[in-house]
């Protein structure tokens, strides 16, 4: 058993930066990748960005370039979101992918851009 909290989350301008936080507890062995999902009212939640547990990053072409998913060990991993768009505004979940489990999710974190 695996608990998300996710941290950071809040209104800023366009253009502006945010980084959002999520913490990790249970069974964190079973953690084989962790990720950042947004999703927006009335649309499907969508990937965001990926980590694996050997440091490997993936990102949606959307904010690639704009936004960097790191971990600083098994428990923690971060979100740095620069150069914030309006389209960015959405509820963002942490995800940990588990290794023979349903996957874990936070309880999401609403992230605003707008002047």
């Known amino acids: 058993q695996v608990q998300l909290v996710e941290s950071g989350g809040g209104l800023v301008q366009p253009g502006g930066s945010l980084t959002l936080s999520c913490a990790a507890s249970?069974?964190?062995?079973?953690?084989?990748?962790m990720g950042w999902y947004r999703q927006a009212p009335g649309k499907q939640r969508e990937l965001v960005a990926l980590?694996?547990?050997?440091?490997?990053a993936n990102y949606a072409d959307s904010v690639k370039g704009r936004f960097t998913i790191s971990r600083d060990n098994a428990k923690k991993v971060y979100l740095q979101m620069n150069k914030l768009k309006p389209e960015d505004t959405a509820v963002y979940y942490c995800?940990?992918?588990?290794?023979?489990?349903?996957?874990?999710w936070g309880q999401g974190t609403l992230v605003t851009v707008s002047s």
């Open positions: 995800n940990a992918g588990l290794r023979r489990s349903v996957d874990a």
């Open positions: 980590i694996s547990s050997g440091g490997s």
């Open positions: 249970g069974s964190i062995f079973s953690i084989y990748a």
